[in-house]
């Protein structure tokens, strides 16, 4: 198996890298698997391999853990990654029409990537920006009081 | 956008009725048209009002002052004088001591409203929070000087005295919290913020830590030092990327300045204080889960006992907070447990920061005396309902209870909720108009359960799974009597059986919408009819076999 690398980072190299700065405690296993999966955009089985020698655990503790958590994926996903709240308060702001063109737009449903790798579209729990629902997050950006004819200008800002 | 200036509420109990109240509210009707007063002053009955002797009453928001017993012939002193001038009726007040319950506490603000009173929010909005300076010139640390003078009982025997309870959702008496951890003999333990957050609604939390988190890290020193700590974390979600990068500027700079690490102020207390960022997982905000996933490990709730307090952080005694609830503590202190008590309700003192979301004008977040009721939140700071009239609401997020219509005027605190069974829980308040369907809202709060449930016990796991499956086949069209049973028994069973908060609550807004909207539900079953034309009703093939009426449900539905 070839090596994984994105961005020009290696994934064993990072591995060992971010060991030095966090050392071998549990407790830092889910800091350490943020950062892997910020830099990867996932969590491959690559890496959970590398952690669990590295870090002396059981490889299927460290694979609990990294689908345990909604930030944690597994899986690659596409370039952009859009977060649709689902939540009672964007709901009633009026989220479902928002979500019926963001599918339509898209093309494919939640949980889904796009064939072109572009996007991966995923459902979420409340982000804590209710007072301005319905929200859609895009990667780091966050859009508010998202209504449904606005959906595919904002899609459109994203290469 | 209409923004009311008063509102004018008449009793319409029985004995009201009786005495004339609708002839009352006609009156004030046609004299607030004759005054030109139509749009400023909304005028509506009001049912939960309590014994009383001097029945119709007549209730003026934003005043609250109580008129009673009105006659028809009153009206048009009330609203010249009142509505029109500004003046109260003095003649015409219900004397105090005729009123019981929560109307006499209504009287006892002495027509004052209930106005935003910040003390968790005091500098939010107004510091740099990246200056530790700027919170050291508003007083910043002064509390946890004056602690460090005094003993650790001392202490926790302000906060008992002040009576704070905790505003994670359970209203825990903050001082009986602490003892309990300072009680144990063991040489190492922890203080937690909980800063997880998620629950839908909520993002008061966010708003201190953003703006304020040097008030949280001097709390939690105070906090520390009271129970015997010397570590802290604070657990703040994952989706706070701002929240966190300011808690970590705020607790290095509070590090440069001596005000955390070894010997504070030259005393032999030492403490320091760990962020950790959540990845993702409404549980977390569970304290056990928490503690769990500090760990390293899945956010899975521990069975309890043994609680935190004696058995928490690798199995140390660990005082758990919330963000809210610790950001009272240094006003608590530099003003005193007397100053706090004068906020507030008796049972439940201080203030509350409330969200507002939902079919309302302006939505956002407000702190205010605990006990203010949901229908001065709507009318005076959300300034009225959007596109309807009002539903429902939904307080303290998706696990917290349905209130209708009959419920608006309860004071919300911790006592007067329990009492009506209703739970505060975070302080959302989502507000519903008419077209709202309240087996769709249902559908989207089982969702979200089903989806956060950790797994790991079954009747959580499962019920919330079912309890989905059966809405949406209600909402299909497909629904049938004995779903309303099976529903009212899978929310009995969640509460009972789960082995965590998130289990118990799951069912509590079905079973509320079950009890107050059953026709609702009811007229999808029979009629398949969604009244607010939200619900898809697609599989309705029905099938007439004689009298009797045969649902079929379709191929994949
Ligand atoms: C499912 C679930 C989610 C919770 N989420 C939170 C939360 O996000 N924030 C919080 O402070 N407390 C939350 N709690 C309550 C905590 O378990 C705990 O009671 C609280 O942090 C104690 O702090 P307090 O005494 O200051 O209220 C949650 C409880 C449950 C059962
Ligand atoms: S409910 Fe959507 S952000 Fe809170």
Known sequence: MSVEVKNGLDIKKTIRELIK???????????????????????????????AILMNLPTNQIFTVATFYRMLSTEPR???????????????????????????????????????????????????????????????????????????????RYE | MKAVRSMVLVSSDAESIALGANEVF??????????????????????????????PLVIIYPEAVIYGPVKPDDVLDIVEEHLDKGHIVERKLVPAHELSEHLAWLSSRKGTLPAENRIVLKNVGLIDPENIEDYIALDGYQALGTVLGKTPAETIGIIKDSGLRGRGGAGFPTGLKWSFVAKTHIDKKYVVCNADESEPGTFKDRLVLEGDPHAIIEAMAIAAYAVGADEGYVYIRGEYGLAIERMKVAIKQAREYGLLGKNIF????????????????????????????????????????????????????????NVETLANIPAIIRNGADWYRSIGTPSSPGTKVYTILGNVNVTGLIEVPMGITLREVITIYAKGMKGGTFKMAQTGGSSGSIIPANLQDTPMDFDSFKTASVSLGSGALLICNQEICVVDLAKVLLNFFRFESCGKCNPCRIGCQKSFEILSNIAEGIGTLQDLEDLQMMADQLYELSNCGLGQTAGSPLKDILTYFHAEVESHIRLKVCPADTCPMSGKTIYQVGQEVKITREQGA
């Open chain 1, 21 to 51: 700065q966090h050392g071998t405690e549990r407790a830092e296993l889910i800091p350490i698997m943020q950062k892997i999966n910020a830099a990867f955009g996932y969590i491959s089985s690559e890496a959970i391999e590398e952690l």
């Open chain 2, 26 to 55: 006609s009156a004030f009707q046609q004299k607030i048209q004759d005054y030109g007063l139509s749009d400023e002053i909304s005028i509506s009955f009001i049912s939960d009002i309590g014994h009383n002797s001097a029945a």
């Open chain 2, 266 to 321: 030259s005393s032999k207390f030492s403490f320091d204080l760990h962020v950790h960022a959540g990845a993702g997982a409404y549980i977390c905000g569970e304290e056990t889960a928490l503690i769990e996933s500090i760990e390293g490990k899945r956010g899975e709730p521990r069975s309890r006992p043994p609680y935190p307090t004696t058995f928490g952080l690798w199995g140390k005694p660990t005082l758990v907070n």
């Open chain 1, 78 to 156: 596409g370039k952009h990654v859009i977060q649709f709240c689902e939540s009672a308060p964007c709901h009633v702001a009026g989220g479902r029409q928002v979500w019926l063109a963001l599918q339509e737009a898209l093309g494919i449903k939640s949980g889904q990537t796009s064939q072109d790798n572009k996007w991966t579209l995923l459902t979420t729990s409340c982000l804590g920006a209710c007072g301005i629902g319905p929200v859609l997050v895009i990667d780091q950006d966050i859009y508010g009081n998202v209504q449904p004819q606005q959906v595919k200008n904002i899609l459109s």
